[in-house]
Each structure stands twice: as structure tokens, then as C-alpha cells.
């Protein structure tokens, strides 16, 4: 007697685990799919798995290309979760605006992904409703400035938060090429910034320029609590990728917890001040900090 289907849907629910979009490419074009059936297989040579089910239009695309990539998302990056999964109905094709790029096989790699792997059709097994695609790893890339985006129970998420393993700390004004998005938190008014405020802020002061973004935490208790702080790194993290974050010292103790949430909100480049005396958040402090917390300090 078999399991009852539904039954064991929910069973293997209850395993989390990453959130990818598969992608390949031919002289049809490009396609992509989200998908939570990824698994590494083996070292040498480098082979991954994924399970696609053969009424999927994916499965005879794949088939037809010999070619895909897995983009493991970020957890900020759930629109193209939705995206590629197809539950946004107003989109008609999956990479309209989805901005991409390409390693050795073709297939697009979503830009702003955790990581990637492009490869190549190794073998191919039954697996019931479903083919697995045994891929051989040909180029693989790495992005460590944000968290994954979780699977559980059929919903999507962050369920844990994750310290930084290592961080840089530079001085404020060595990062010369930096646009300096001052007081992003510094409204003091009785109206507050909401998440939504300040990033069209950053939005504003990004429209046309391609420099690294700096931003500057206004630390005023009543404006960058850690929440706020943490909520709005997260949102900026899908618009600006890479993130430098000095925090102005302010309410003294708030801005460590500050450096904290952004630690956990993915930022992996402190700006500080030389001593207590600077606009930021001293350097001593914020290194003493890390070597607590055991975040190794990058070169």
C-alpha cells in the first residue's frame, strides 16, 4: 500500500531547504524555473543533481539544450522566486527586466544570486513523474553579501539569522569612489522613515550613477533602532548588492546594536571613524566587537 500523496507532500514539506531558479538556454531562448530539488553529488568530477517533472516545459528545454544553471537565491530575492515559479500572474515572460549574464554554457545566471553552478548535461535517471538531471559543473560563482532564501512548509523565508563569518572595516572617506548616501535614517521629524521611505531615498539618490554605494546610518534612537536598521539593509540589499554601511555613534550602545543587525542582515564592509572623536562609529570598538563575536577581519 502506498503512501497517500498528499500526505507525503507534507511530510517532505517539513525538510527546508534552499530556493533556486534553474535556467537554460537554445535557439529558442531562454527559460527558467524555480526549484527546491538541488543537490551536490560528487567532487570529482563536479556533479550536482535536479529533479524536474516531465510535464514541465523545463524538462524538454533542458533535454533540447544539454545545458543548465542553478542561481541559488538570496532571501531578498523572492519576487524572482515568484517570478520563475510562475505565481505572478501579470508577467508574461520570466526574464522581462530580470537582469542576467552568462558563464560558459549559455544559460542565464540571475545577477544578485547567493551563488551559482553552470553546467552541463552529465547523465539523466527515471525518477518516477520526475527526471534527474545529473549536471557536470563547468564554471561555479559566489556572492557572500546576503543570506538564503528558505523552503518550509511550502512557504518561503528567513528562519534563522546568520553572522557574518569575516568583515572588512575601513576608515570613512578611503572608500573614494563611493556615493555617499548621507542620513538615509536622519529624519527626526514626528513622522518616522518607514522601510518604504528611505529606500525610494536610495533609489533617488542612485538614479544614474554607477559608483559603489556608501551608506550612512544616522543613529538617533527614535530613526535607526536595530529593527529598522536590519529591515532596511535587507530591502537596499536587492537594489544596491554590494554594501558599504558606516553608522554614526549617536546613542552611544545603539550603534553597536546596529552594527550587529547589519552583520546579520548581510553587509560585509563596516565604515568607521579613527577614534572616539569621529563622526562614526570608532574602529576600536568596532573591532573589538567583531573579535567577541569571533567575525574574522578580511583583508
Known amino acids: 500500500m502506498s503512501v497517500n500523496p498528499e500526505d507525503f507532500k507534507a511530510v517532505m514539506g517539513q525538510w527546508p531547504s534552499g530556493v533556486t531558479v534553474v535556467t537554460t538556454a537554445d535557439d529558442e531562448g531562454p527559460a527558467g524555473m524555480t526549484a527546491s530539488s538541488f543537490s551536490s553529488v560528487s567532487l570529482e568530477p563536479p556533479l550536482v543533481s535536479i529533479c ?19 542561481n541559488i537565491l538570496s532571501k531578498d530575492k523572492v519576487e524572482d522566486g515568484l517570478r520563475f515559479a510562475g505565481m505572478l500572474p501579470d508577467v508574461t515572460d520570466r526574464f522581462a527586466g530580470v537582469p542576467v549574464d552568462t558563464a560558459v554554457t549559455g544559460s542565464p545566471l ?40 528558505l523552503y518550509h512548509s511550502r512557504s518561503w523565508g528567513q528562519f534563522a539569522d546568520v553572522l557574518a563569518a569575516d568583515a572588512r572595516v575601513s576608515l570613512v572617506g578611503s572608500e573614494t569612489d563611493a556615493l555617499v548616501l548621507d542620513n538615509a535614517f536622519g529624519n527626526t521629524t514626528d ?41 532596511c539593509i535587507q530591502a537596499i540589499a536587492g537594489i544596491v548588492g554590494r554594501t558599504v554601511v558606516a553608522l554614526r555613534p549617536g546613542a552611544g550602545p545603539m550603534a553597536l546594536a546596529n552594527v550587529l543587525a547589519a552583520l546579520k542582515s548581510g553587509i560585509h564592509h563596516l565604515s568607521v571613524s579613527a577614534d572616539q572623536q569621529g563622526p562614526y562609529v570608532a574602529r576600536d570598538d568596532v573591532l573589538l566587537m567583531l573579535q567577541r563575536m569571533g567575525v574574522a577581519l578580511r583583508a
Not at 114 to 121: F, I, R, S
Not at 191 to 218: F, H, K, M, Q, W
Open 52 to 70: 524536474v517533472a516531465r510535464h514541465l516545459y523545463m524538462h524538454g528545454r533542458i533535454q533540447k539544450a544539454g545545458v543548465f544553471a542553478v
Open 110 to 149: 540571475l545577477q544578485g544570486t547567493l551563488g551559482w553552478v553552470d553546467c552541463k548535461v552529465w547523465a539523466e535517471y527515471d525518477g518516477g513523474d520526475h527526471t534527474i538531471f545529473i549536471g557536470q559543473v563547468m564554471d561555479a560563482g559566489i556572492d557572500e553579501t546576503a543570506t538564503p532564501l
Open 191 to 231: 513622522a518616522p522613515d518607514t522601510v518604504d521611505t528611505i529606500v525610494e531615498r536610495v533609489r533617488a539618490a542612485l538614479a544614474g550613477s554607477e559608483r559603489a554605494p556608501l551608506l550612512i546610518l544616522d543613529d538617533a534612537a527614535s530613526v535607526a533602532d536595530p529593527l529598522l536598521v536590519r529591515l
